[in-house]
């Protein structure tokens, strides 16, 4: 049980040093940077990730939900068109509907793309008519040309589900500059399209993606009729037109017999390379809050050293831990020194006072010098110790081991001050670490309080705060990871001790 909780936890944290490592490796780029330093020159036409450099412009588009209040914002329907919360019918599949939808603004870029998804689908195997896109200077009045007046100035693109050569659906591009009627007798206007795509956009399986570009006056069509955008295939391509700014975008629809529904599920308009936005934009106190968030990550590197010295001491601190493991075996063995040099004395004491017994002069007398030495070596001498052993020889021997008894303690001495040293050093090792976690943690909470005083501007901070807390975690995997070495070492000593 203990071993898998430490497991887990450990590669939690492990997990989330990678996860933190990530950060610190997005941070390094100015692309991933919350305080918003990105180059925003645009000077090429595409972006880090291949897109084309665009800004919407949504007074220019429409999608989900298309009503606020009672009408599609910046735009407006007539006829037939149903406009709801949920769908955008330009004419529904009632024989001789027709409907039309305007952008009540002007488009005022040079260059622009539209996104449009729409649907066009009928129960017949061959639809009416059809619809068309439209940008052109006036919105146009109710008409002939799929709901829309004929001569027109701009440009129409006819999606026309009633071709009635091919009987299939067609794709058609056309210019006018006001006089070309082409819904009057006699005129062919497919002879007079200035391109014709024949991509399948009538009953699809998914919803149609059209994709209309128009930069330094080469128009782009492209059509994707299965992957919502993702597989866009071109349609066609006009070189040379002029589609000056000031028109207006519109869409009409009409229906004959048998009808199509003509669905818009969205309109997206795009103002391609938009102009670097000017330094002068900033919000009121923009600078001070971009600062502040500067400040702040600075202090988070400092912070980052701190916890790196931090682990280094823990790490310092863990082969102090086995120096002491070493400490307390001397210790041990020392405490048995002890014991034999008291049994040593003891012995001595003994002896002495056998020696007593024996008529010897006691220890203080000698000391004192109260006694009369009687020489041994004399043979005649009446008082021949009956052990055979000379006083004199027990002296000597006694004073050695005085002798090496003092050095013994002396050494000892020498060990214990160093054991104290290395404790008072531990000491001071472990209140530097005490005071180091302390302010820490105080920097921390008075970030945490600065971060809930204005937390509307905690977005970029936020980031900030999870490396905080990843940091934490991070260092906490690190106890645990030693501690669970330290456990697995202790266990494989133990398994060892079986064997
Ligand atoms: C930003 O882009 C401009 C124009 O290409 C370039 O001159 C400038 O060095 C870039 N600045 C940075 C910080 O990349
Ligand atoms: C998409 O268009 C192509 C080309 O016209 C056509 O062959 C294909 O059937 C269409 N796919 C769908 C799902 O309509």
Redo the contacts with the bound molecule.
Sequence with gaps: MKLSSIWIVSSLCIFSNVVNAGIFSNRAS?AGDATG?E???N?GSTNKKGDVDKKMDYKLSFKVPYLYGNEVPFWSAGEDTITSRDIIRLSPSIPGSKGWLWSNLENDYENWMVDMDFRVSGSQIHGGRGMAFWYSKHRLPTGPIFGAQDQWEGLSIWFDTANPKTRHPTIMAFMNDGKISYASQGVDPTKRALATCHIDYRNPTSIVKMRLTYKDKILTMMLDNTSLGKKLRPCFQLRDITLPPGYHFGLTASSHNPADDHDIISFETFQLDPPPKKANQKRPLEDAKIQQGEEFIELSEEQRKKIEEAESEIKRLREHTSNMDLLTETAATMGVLFDTERRILETLQVNQLQLEAMGAPTAAKILSGDYVQTPLENPQGGNKQPSGVSVNHLKSETQLVIQRLEQQWSQRDQQLQSIQGTISRMEVLIQTMDKRIALQSNNLQGKLSEMTKDSAEAKGTMSTLIKYVLYACGLQGLVGIGAYLYWKLRVEKNEKKFL
Aim: charged share 15%; hydrophobic share 0%; glycine share 0%.
């Design positions: 100015p330093k180059n925003t020159s000077t």
